[in-house]
RNA sequence: CGGGAUGUGGUGUAGUGGUAGCACGCGUACUUUGGGAGUACGUAGCCCGAGUUCGAAUCUCGGCGUCCCGACCA
């Protein structure tokens, strides 16, 4: 086990976030360039992730399907700004075996007529299947969710951030009409904004991505955003309304009603284990990382405590009340009968997020009652035995709001309304946050904001009302504001 | 792909040309156990290659790796 203290979140902040991710056995580096190996600890956390999303997925009436890992590279190439988008971070498979060579090394020969390239999103293969499966206006809409991984060859990897390989789901959807395609990509915007509300108690803003910002191929591309502790953004989720683009490029074509050809209208929408370091950032603390309880994989643990003193009754009793709340709140409990002194479980079980801990001692066992600990806030309450399953569900559910309440005022108060470029890079350099702030639509001028203060379009939200201003950078007619912020 | 650092046990580090040290971890034993235990013993290391030198962790050159800041990005 590890004891080495998490570094403090306000002395050094990227510091701080691998401490919690080694400190709650979530994941490892691996010896692979900008991979990341997921431990059982993150990796049932992403379990739950698809459970949770996978029976909203079956509500609408999603379906799963899987797609080749390979691409070749003509497909890629049928759609120019996807191309554009994608071309510069593919992995490619240029050969197909491997020989020795005099000095026993082994090199790739049997060069591949036409490379495979590594999916790094898989509009094009899925879509080239689409074109096989749908004939008529019967056949739509189509709703496919594929659980897969995906390859994207970034510069700077950092651990569920942005790793060379990474876990995710992608939906594509094909459809009729322009209508019901956007309310399509609607739609799953807003499944995702509720699942990483209501489940994972991240405040996310739901916005638009400016064109520079949007996905290659995408007519636009719906977000949410998330806000980090440090201030920085970070991108939650996305949802793409694809229009016509694809379905030209892959010649995804239906007879209508009336018997006329016409392109489908088609959306993809995407989470990744992304969302994972996003739930680290936001909850974490100087203990390490907090679970929201309804996403956690381990509920709570109960520790005996002095059991040479009360003896084996204590454990028995642990027993007792583990099998209670698992059977009556079908939650996943753990007692921790290891060796070693309680204050060292302790913070092992703090590192690890456990949203509560119960300990039973001797004063316990004889007053018929036992301790409950929040992690969120580490509240000790005393409770009467026959309390206990009321008590820890009810506690459960407040840690759950309280995680939520705390992130979404951290969010506001790191959004500010700013109408003068000196605040704007003061802000953007320093405290970051969500910058409200007017822009004149040019895409020259966005950049020159980037360049200035690394300060992107997060997104332009969807509930903001129309208010006419000045660009903040040049003061340009601006028809209402949009977020900035530093992004991950 | 540009700019900057850096490479010493499993991890974090000290060591400016002369015996490689410390802390954490790990192992064993005893004592401890209501908030990160103590003592004793043990365990394990200078990225690779070449050069300079009587002598290199230390200086030089080359390679490789890692990290940070950008560009890129879910």
Not at 62 to 79: T, W
Not at 313 to 321: D, F, G, L, N, S
Not at 393 to 419: C, D, G, M, W, Y
Not at 479 to 485: E, G, L, N, Y
Request: glycine share 8%; net charge neutral; charged share 25%.
């Amino acid at each position: 086990m590890n004891n080495r203290k998490i570094t403090k979140r306000t002395e050094d902040y990227s510091r701080w976030y691998l401490d919690l991710i080694e400190a709650a056995e979530l994941a490892d580096s691996s010896s692979v360039r900008g991979c990341m190996v997921f431990r059982p600890n993150g990796y049932a956390l992403w379990e739950n992730i698809q459970k949770v999303l996978g029976s909203a997925f079956k509500v609408l009436g999603i379906q799963n399907a899987y797609f080749p890992l390979f691409i070749p590279k003509n497909l890629i190439e049928k759609e120019a700004k996807h191309v554009e988008g994608f071309a510069k971070e593919c992995a490619v498979v240029t050969h197909h075996r491997l020989e020795a060579n005099e000095e026993g090394v082994l090199v790739p020969t049997g060069l591949l007529e036409e490379p495979l390239v590594v999916r790094p999103t898989s509009e094009t293969i899925i879509y080239s299947s689409f074109q096989r499966w749908i004939h008529s206006y019967r056949d739509l809409p189509l709703l496919i969710n594929q659980w897969a991984n995906v390859v994207r060859w970034e510069m700077r990897p950092r651990p569920f951030l942005r790793t060379t390989e990474f876990l995710w789901q992608e939906g594509h959807t094909a459809h009729s009409t322009e209508e019901e395609a956007g309310e399509m990509t609607m739609r799953m915007i807003e499944v995702y904004r509720r699942f990483v509300e209501d489940h994972l108690a991240i405040p996310v803003v739901i916005g638009k991505k400016s064109e520079q910002e949007k996905f290659a191929g995408a007519l636009y591309t719906t977000c949410l955003e998330a806000l980090m502790q440090d201030g920085k953004a970070l991108q939650a989720a996305t949802s793409h309304m694809l229009g016509q683009n694809f379905a030209k490029a892959f010649d995804v074509k239906f007879s209508d009603q009336g018997g006329e050809e016409q392109f489908v209208w088609q959306t993809s929408w995407g989470l990744s284990t992304r969302i994972i370091g996003a739930l680290i950032m936001v909850h974490g603390d100087d203990k390490g990382v907090i679970i929201p309880p309804k996403i956690a994989a381990l509920h709570a643990v109960i520790i005996p405590v002095a059991v040479e003193v009360g003896g084996k009754e204590i454990v028995q009793r642990a027993y007792t009340v583990a099998a209670k709340l698992q059977e009556q709140l079908g939650i996943t409990v753990k007692i921790d009968e290891g060796e070693g002194r309680v204050g060292a479980k302790f913070f092992e079980w703090e590192k690890k997020g456990v949203p509560i801990r119960i300990e039973i001692g001797p004063k316990e066992l004889a007053a018929n009652s036992l301790i409950v600990v929040r992690r969120d806030t580490g509240e000790k309450v005393l409770v009467d035995d026959v309390g206990v399953v009321a008590h820890v569900e009810n506690t459960l559910a407040a840690i759950q709001k309280n995680l939520f309440e705390k992130a979404l005022q951290r969010q506001n108060e790191h959004s500010k309304k700013v109408n003068s470029w000196d605040e704007f890079k003061e802000k953007a350099v320093g405290s970051g946050g969500f910058l409200y702030s007017h822009w004149c639509g040019d895409v020259a001028c966005e950049s020159q904001i980037k360049k200035e203060t690394l300060a992107t379009i997060r997104c332009i939200p969807l509930n903001s009302e129309d208010e006419q201003g000045k660009c903040v950078r040049c003061g340009g007619d601006s028809p209402r504001r949009v977020i900035f912020a530093k992004a991950y």
